[in-house]
């Protein structure tokens, strides 16, 4: 029998190739196999939304505190939602007033969108014209010279995205105001970007502040937070800072004799000079309190020209 001979349609073992060594042995090995969902493919896992909401928290807190100094006023900023979102679900979300600067992020040239509230708006141009914050009753379109007074607003915003997006060692450059069509220009009709919305408040007017990132960009910023080797460093230095601030802040302390009772008739004799006997032993020691908690036993006494509190035992902690 030759070869032709061996490919009769009966013979079915002449197409099957012998099994190689190594996956003889792997014959019978269970396969590690997950079901897997075809519609979640690039969705954003609870892991990745975690991080990029821990980063994006602490920027805008940073923009809050930065934008105090420049105001001359208290500005509130806080992540209300992080989400994916279809382009057009967005576009139609926009207000035809709402204002939308493109950015370009070199070196990497990508494009992402930032929007505010023309509601918003109004009351920090009036901040930084020395104004009182003063809302407008009727929104309309910012003039050229609203335009220009908000480029500064913009760039503290933008130079606050920079050190959150750090690890990318990026250039962020915020462009001119776009109108809504030219949105489709930066994000195909087809993309699911990454929308993040914060609520803004300032001089008692609230609005909404929004970040529009595209779905790579996200990917590459989540890539490199988890495999930067300083991320631990910064952690250590954040709490470090912590420490620090607590540090220096001020709790209040008191000096205490234990519970008495007192009979009320010799609290109702009580004048001005009168002496009121707590019927306490002189030689028991008084508490040393903080935050109203007792922590010690202490004796008063004098430290130079201030009163002062020695202290003795711990008390025990009562849960």
Known sequence: MNAMEDETPGNESAWAPAPAEGHARLKNVPGNVQPCNFRSAGRLSNENARI??????????????????????????????????EIENYMAKLQPTDHIVPCLLSPLQISFLMDMEIALMFPIIDLLLGGVGAPVEHAHELTEIDEEIMQSVTAIIAGELERSWQPLDLSLSPGHTIKHPLVLRIFPPN???????????????????????????????????????????????????????????????????????????????LAEGSILKLRAPVQNPARLSVEGREVFEALPVRSGLQRAAQLLSGLPEVK
């Open 52 to 85: 990029l909401t821990m980063l994006h928290e602490q920027f805008a807190r940073n923009v809050g505190n930065a934008l105090d100094v420049v105001l001359g006023t208290a500005l509130e900023m806080r992540l209300i939602s992080l989400e994916q979102i």
């Open 191 to 269: 993309e699911k970007p990454l929308l993040l919305t914060f609520q803004v408040t300032v001089a008692g007017v609230a609005g909404r502040f929004r970040i529009l990132l595209p779905t790579s960009f996200a990917s590459i910023l989540l890539r490199q937070i988890r495999t930067d080797p300083s991320k631990s460093n910064r952690r250590k230095v954040a709490r470090l800072n912590l420490r620090e601030w607590v540090m220096d802040c001020d709790v209040s302390t008191a000096t205490v004799l234990p519970q008495a009772r007192v009979p009320v008739s010799e609290l109702i004799a």
